[in-house]
């Protein structure tokens, strides 16, 4: 079985210039994730799919970060301007349904894509 | 929203020692999952676990969810320096969502 394919993985923009990464989930999976991990720390959300719609997005910073997932497949993480601060790894996953009461589900992450900002 | 807490923040063993690692909870577990990381990649799932009082071990890793279903912990028995990297616990609250991760564990193990 496929993994969790992103690319690109490694990217280096200056500042203010506009940035995109892409997540190719496993088939199958409704789930996606996008993670933002900055050096030291745990991955921090930035948003969930469900399908085509957004499940949360409450930590996404909605003036400069965007992300779609267009016929609930593939999806795009856009960042514009960047921020020197924005350097970090982008993980994309995808997990085949959310957790229900009595079954969780686990969600297999992508190699990341390692943005610095400069 | 759930947060999770790991200790210690990093450690370093000598080969063939055991060590444990705790990640505690602000609110009730309903899936906890234990993940493990090699620097500036992606995540490696290793253990999920949902009931309190579960159990659960691949080879040389056992992780245990408590009964009340705030803390877990990780234990690897007789470490190898195929063991070092950094582990994260994630959970997810009630509802199913937002899968949120700890700030990790960095081990290192030394031959």
């Known amino acids: 079985e496929a993994g969790v394919a992103q690319s690109p993985r490694y990217k280096i923009i200056e500042k203010r210039q506009s940035v995109a990464f892409w997540c190719n989930p496993i088939?199958?999976?409704?789930?996606l994730y996008w993670y933002q991990q900055i050096l030291g720390q745990g991955p921090k959300l930035l948003i969930q799919?469900?399908?085509?719609?957004?499940?949360?997005d409450s930590q996404l910073p909605k003036d400069r970060f965007s992300a779609e997932r267009l016929k609930g497949v593939d999806s795009t993480l856009k960042i514009q301007p960047a921020k020197l601060e924005d350097s970090a790894v982008y993980l994309c996953?995808?997990?085949?349904?959310?957790?229900?009461?009595?079954?969780?589900?686990?969600?297999?992450f992508g190699q990341g894509t390692r943005l610095t900002v400069v | 929203s759930q947060e999770l807490e790991q200790s210690p923040q990093s450690l370093i063993v000598q080969e063939g020692k055991n060590l444990t690692i705790n990640c505690t909870s602000s609110?009730?577990?309903?899936?906890l999952y234990w993940y493990k990381q090699k620097y500036g990649e992606g995540l490696i799932f290793l253990m999920m676990?949902?009931?309190?009082?579960e159990e659960k071990s691949h080879e040389k890793i056992t992780a245990k969810l408590d009964e009340k279903k705030q803390q877990s912990s990780l234990h690897i028995t007789a470490s190898q320096p195929s063991h070092a990297g950094i582990y994260l616990c994630?959970?997810?609250?009630?509802?199913?969502?937002?899968?949120?991760f700890g700030a990790g564990t960095i081990l290192r193990v030394k031959s």
């Open positions: 996953a995808s997990s085949f349904r959310p957790r229900t009461r009595t079954m969780n589900t686990e969600a297999f």
């Open positions: 088939s199958g999976h409704a789930t």
């Open positions: 799919f469900q399908n085509n719609g957004v499940v949360d």
């Open positions: 609110k009730t577990l309903y899936g």
């Open positions: 676990l949902q009931k309190g009082g």
């Open positions: 994630g959970a997810e609250g009630l509802y199913g969502n937002k899968l949120v």
